[in-house]
């Protein structure tokens, strides 16, 4: 058989060259000099901005040195911080809450499944800093939306990015999130066909009994692939940034915000890099783990 | 078991009416089957029994109880669809059970009630296979004992055969003609087969529009058609129709039409209510229509369109001038010779007719 080509393979390669020198530039070369900066103790000022060092793994070893590995501000408080994170806002928050919403919206009218959707998706398409604002005022200990909700109902305010700053983020990010998995899920379960619900229905299950017994175990890849998404878009995110500066004291300070500290306002170039590798390799983990698991219930099916 | 009743049920989609109002009723043991067109309004007939769709009026009965709102699970109703709505991801032995697993049966009991209604279908030594290992008729036969497994008051049929092959299908309709006797279940079966129907049905009800023409035994549907739509729609090949000039002629009907003359009916006042209309239409099945021979004086004549040996018959088509056709089915060892033309004869005891408005004029002492 011809090969059809719309170009000569020389002409491919330099309609290919701009784009394939960005990438290069700014994406490749970048991947490996984080992981040569981290074996340094490069950092923006003084000698060894200009003249680094060579430290081996002395940077890994700082940030697991086992006497300040839970202490407030450090590598491991951040890390486990960032583990629970993941687990309420992302697990529990985004996954549940969007496979709850996008279950419950299968057998709600049309034009009420049309405004949950609405209302959910707008939450995920706003822009990060707008989003962060409107929390911001939705928080606010003297005129925030909470705050007003509570007073009118009796309730006492709160001054909750003091006082409960990690629920708040793991709250945010929830609401934020929920979107992407309910728009999953719900594609997903529109690809089942209706008479399977419906031969459940005329048989006597409760929407609960068809939930667990049809649309969760025909899903499975769906739920997979979502749980990977969201762990790691969780795992990585800054935007609670915007909402606590990483703060009050530490409290809110997760992995991408401790790195962004440690290289950008401590300067610390090469502590920072060794920090951005150590979370590589974790979402490199989540990443097998889940394809193991995929894998494995796929191989089962069969 | 119990009977169904639809009082002045009406379902509109939108804009659309799919059923603007029907009411009927099925005795408890009748094998009804709902026969029409797609787009007649079975299927969403049978989706109001179930459930599945909710009436926009009038009300469903199921044995005796108004059930017009209430969900399907609470019906206590069995439904073999189309597709055989298969669970993928479960075993036959699962599959056929989860009626049972659903009603909070113990597993060892309810795959035991599984196995029992799967040997019955002939299943019985595939449960550990899943719906993709095995044939469509295996698979069709897997729905109708997720059906069977469970008491139920009514079995709703949408269409169950319509996705086997002819072979298959055959011996699936069989099969569910024995069950009904067997069981004498309250049945309601969806079909646009008018032979599914005829075979299966205690009584047939002919839909057209969303609304019912005939609603009679199978017999009474092929012998006595309501209207032309069922005379058309029910036998294969169907009621030859064939429009005619109608006059009384000295105490008799005459009719007449291009290449036909039919003479020497007797006549009844509907008949000559009608007759003096003008037009009717004549009705007769190919099987009472045979090959003219000299001195047949009620004929009909036209170019030869067909000849199909069927085995035990012969099915002849002519085409009469104004392109309308007739079909002879003709029994005989022997091979139909024809040449360009072909007259076949009326056996005047067998002939139907309908009025100007396609409605069927009853016969003499009806």
Redesign the interface.
């Known amino acids: 058989m011809k090969k059809f080509s719309l170009l000569s393979t020389r002409a491919g390669a330099v309609f290919l060259a701009p784009a394939a020198a960005l990438v290069g530039v700014f994406v490749i070369i970048p991947f490996f000099w984080v992981i040569v900066v981290s074996f340094t103790n490069r950092t923006l000022l003084g000698r060894t901005a200009v003249d680094p060092d060579f430290v081996g793994l002395q940077n890994y070893f700082t940030l697991f040195n086992p006497a300040t590995f839970f202490t407030r501000g450090q590598f491991g408080f951040s890390l486990i911080l960032t583990v629970q994170f993941v687990i309420f806002s992302a697990l529990i928050g985004q996954a549940l809450l969007g496979l709850i919403l996008a279950w419950l919206s299968q057998s709600v009218s049309p034009t009420l499944k049309n405004f949950l959707q609405t209302a959910v998706i707008a939450a995920w398409i706003l822009p990060e800093v707008v989003i962060g604002f409107a929390w911001f005022a939705f928080l606010d200990y003297d005129n925030g939306t909470l705050n007003m909700i509570m007073r009118s109902l009796g309730l006492p305010p709160g001054d909750w990015l003091l006082q409960q700053p990690f629920w708040v983020i793991v709250i945010f990010n929830t609401w934020r999130g929920a979107a992407f998995s309910m728009m999953l899920f719900n594609s997903a379960f529109q690809s089942i066909?209706p008479?399977?619900f419906?031969?459940?229905?005329?048989?006597?299950?409760?929407s609960w009994?068809k939930l667990r017994?049809?649309a969760l175990?025909?899903i499975r890849g769906h739920v997979v692939t979502d749980l990977i998404l969201i762990t790691m878009w969780t795992f990585n995110v800054f935007t609670p940034f915007l909402l606590t500066n990483g703060g009050p004291s530490y409290r809110t300070e997760l992995l991408s915000i401790y790195t962004y500290r440690v290289a950008f306002k401590d300067f610390e170039f090469g502590r920072g890099a060794a920090v951005g590798v150590v979370i590589m390799l974790i979402n490199l983990a989540f990443a097998l783990i889940y394809l193991q698991i995929a894998k494995k219930k796929k191989a089962e099916?069969e | 078991m119990a009977s169904v009743e639809f009082q002045n049920v009406s379902k509109t989609f939108g804009s659309f009416t799919a059923v603007p109002d029907i009411s009927f009723s099925i005795a408890d043991g009748e094998f009804v089957c709902l026969l029409g067109p797609s787009g007649c309004g079975k299927t969403t007939s049978l989706r109001m029994i179930?459930?599945?769709e909710t009436p926009s009026g009038g009300k469903v009965l199921i044995g005796g109880k108004d059930v017009t709102y209430l969900?399907?699970?609470?019906?206590q109703?069995?439904?073999v669809?189309?597709?055989y709505?298969l669970?993928?991801?479960m075993n036959l032995a699962d599959n056929i059970a989860?009626?049972l697993?659903?009603?909070g049966e113990a597993e060892d009991k309810r795959h035991a009630r599984a196995k029992e209604v799967a040997d019955v279908l002939k299943i019985g030594d595939l449960m550990k296979r899943l719906p993709s290992q095995i044939s469509g008729g295996q698979q069709q036969r897997t729905?109708l004992a997720?059906a069977l497994v469970?008491p139920s008051q009514v079995y709703?049929f949408d269409e169950p055969l319509s996705n086997l092959d002819a072979k298959l299908r055959l011996e699936a309709r069989g099969f569910l003609n024995h069950l009904q006797r067997d069981m004498g279940m309250t049945a309601v079966y969806v079909t646009h087969d008018q032979a599914e129907a005829m075979a299966l049905a205690t009584r047939i009800a002919v839909m057209d529009k969303g609304r019912i023409v005939q609603f009679a035994p199978p017999i009474e549907i092929y012998r006595r058609p309501a209207t032309t739509f069922v005379a058309n729609f029910v036998g294969n090949p169907p009621m030859n129709l064939v429009p005619v000039e109608a006059m009384v002629d000295g105490g008799q009907l005459r009719l007449r039409a291009d290449g036909l003359t039919l003479t020497g009916l007797p006549l009844s006042d509907d008949i000559a209510k009608a007759a003096a209309k003008g037009k009717m239409t004549l009705g007769v099945r190919p099987e009472h229509l045979r090959m003219a021979e000299a001195g047949d004086a009620n004929t009909i004549t036209g170019k030869l369109f067909a000849n199909e040996n069927m085995g035990p018959e012969s099915l002849v088509t002519m085409e009469r001038a104004d392109g309308g056709r007739v079909t002879a089915r003709i029994f005989t060892d022997d091979e139909i010779r024809t040449d360009d033309h072909v007259t076949l004869a009326f056996d005047t005891r067998h002939v139907t007719l309908f009025d100007d408005t396609g409605a069927r004029i009853p016969e003499i002492g009806e």
């Open positions: 066909p008479s399977y419906q031969a459940a229905d005329v048989a006597g299950a409760s009994q017994d049809i175990p025909l099916a | 179930a459930g599945l969900h399907p699970k609470d019906r109703i069995s439904m669809f189309q597709d709505a669970y993928p991801h989860y009626p697993k659903v009603r729905s997720r469970y709703l």
